[in-house]
């Protein structure tokens, strides 16, 4: 009786062994490479009722990892800022968000769960609005007592959409 007691005790707490939630994202389709990076204008947007401080969020995340790597002369938000002879245009979509507060995370810890940020993500020519590439992020957080909350997930998905710009970047470069 007492090993089923201590058996059930560390199922219990190891917990049962769940399905990924991770979503099989496909690699990052180059349809034409820019002419040039000049002008960045970053757009954001959510499919997701009450999510604009969430849009805003990772707008300016977005906004703040280009400019801090110093390779463009202008990333903005404002289409009016842009005018530089080449740029691209960076629309980001949010499709999914999981939400974990600090709140939540701070009495719930690991019992919280995991907070993510699923996100579709275009980038066309500026000027002609021909398409460049396409390609969806997630950023998220770990199931843990200090696993982090939505607010870092977002970082993570924003840290990823500047990632493949400057990627971009290095493809016109060469």
Do not use: Y
Request: some cysteine; charged content about 20%.
């Amino acid at each position: 009786m007492k090993g089923v007691f201590i058996l059930a005790l560390v199922l219990c707490l190891a917990g049962c062994a769940t399905a990924p939630d991770a979503v099989p994202f496909p690699k990052p389709v180059l349809v034409s490479p820019p002419a040039s990076l000049d002008f960045i204008l970053v757009t954001t947007g959510s499919a997701l009722p009450e999510t604009m401080a969430e849009t805003q969020l990772l707008n300016d995340h977005i906004i703040s990892s280009l400019r801090e790597t110093g390779l463009f002369a202008k990333v903005s938000d404002h289409p009016a800022d842009g005018n530089a002879p080449g740029g691209i245009k960076v629309a980001v979509q949010i499709r999914q968000i999981v939400p974990v507060t600090a709140n939540s995370r701070d009495w719930l810890g690991a019992l919280a769960g995991k907070a993510r940020v699923v996100a579709q993500v275009t980038i066309s020519d500026l000027a002609s609005g021909k398409l460049i590439e396409t390609f969806a992020v997630e950023g998220r957080t770990a199931k843990t007592a200090v696993g982090g909350t939505t607010d870092e997930a977002i970082q993570r998905a924003a840290a990823k959409v500047a990632a493949e710009v400057i990627k971009l970047n290095a493809l016109t470069d060469s």
